[in-house]
């Protein structure tokens, strides 16, 4: 675990900002290294310090910075968390993609964006329960949609079923949390869920090869 978490912030609203660092400072291991107000004023300081974890807001002066985040994360390589009111789930994938490792809604209770945090800095995928869900995916003909899962991607989504956690999942599969984690992730986008309590009735309409 981190002694202590670098991080900086960017949104372009002061009162947002306070409230981010307020909150990390009190609850988590983060030392607030810097507050910007946008991608292209933090570059620099982000390039020269290297944090841990950059925590941005991804609309600044009504634009969204979707497009800018490829080349950002590409030139500095950092980890970073979207923390936004954008909820459309198209945001989200174009946040993860660009390089991205977490994603949270400013509806967070202040225990939730703790949580995602802690949970992006220890290389875990945080998406809120606040995103609206991924579309459904067109309905055919077919009573079953098939779903292509590799044996290991099976085995780990049994046991979320189960009801069993990520660590425990990793002790019996003899895998690292990580691992469980990614599978998961992959395993939750391709049936288009966010939830683990989506799973079971899921699985029920579908055809698992």
């Known amino acids: 675990m981190f002694e202590s978490i670098g991080v900086v912030i960017i949104d372009e609203f002061p009162i947002v900002r306070l409230g981010i660092r307020e909150i990390l400072s009190e609850r988590s291991k983060a030392h607030i290294m810097g507050e910007f107000a946008s ?3 933090a570059s620099k300081f ?3 310090q290297k944090p841990d974890l950059v925590i941005t807001e991804l609309v600044n002066g009504g634009r969204y910075m979707l497009e800018e985040l490829p ?3 590409s030139d500095h390589s950092v980890k970073a968390l979207a923390f936004t009111d954008c ?3 198209e945001c989200v994938e174009k946040f993860l993609n660009a390089g991205g490792c977490g994603y949270a809604s400013k509806q967070e209770s202040v225990e939730e964006l703790v949580s995602a945090v802690n949970a992006v800095v220890c290389g875990r995928r945080w998406i809120s329960p606040y995103i609206n ?3 459904e995916p067109v309905k055919n003909a077919s009573p079953k949609k098939t779903i292509a899962l590799s044996k290991r991607e099976w085995e780990i989504i049994s046991l979320v079923i189960k009801g069993l956690t990520s660590k425990e999942i990793a002790e019996q599969l003899c895998v690292s949390i990580k691992t469980v984690e990614s599978h998961r992730y992959r395993v939750f986008k391709k049936l288009n869920i966010r939830h683990s309590a989506q799973l079971a009735k899921l699985i029920e309409k579908v055809s698992i090869k």
């Open 46 to 48: 982000i390039r020269i």
């Open 133 to 135: 869900s991924p579309p």
């Open 71 to 73: 080349g950002f994360f």
């Open 39 to 41: 991608l292209q004023d």
């Open 87 to 89: 909820s459309n789930w």
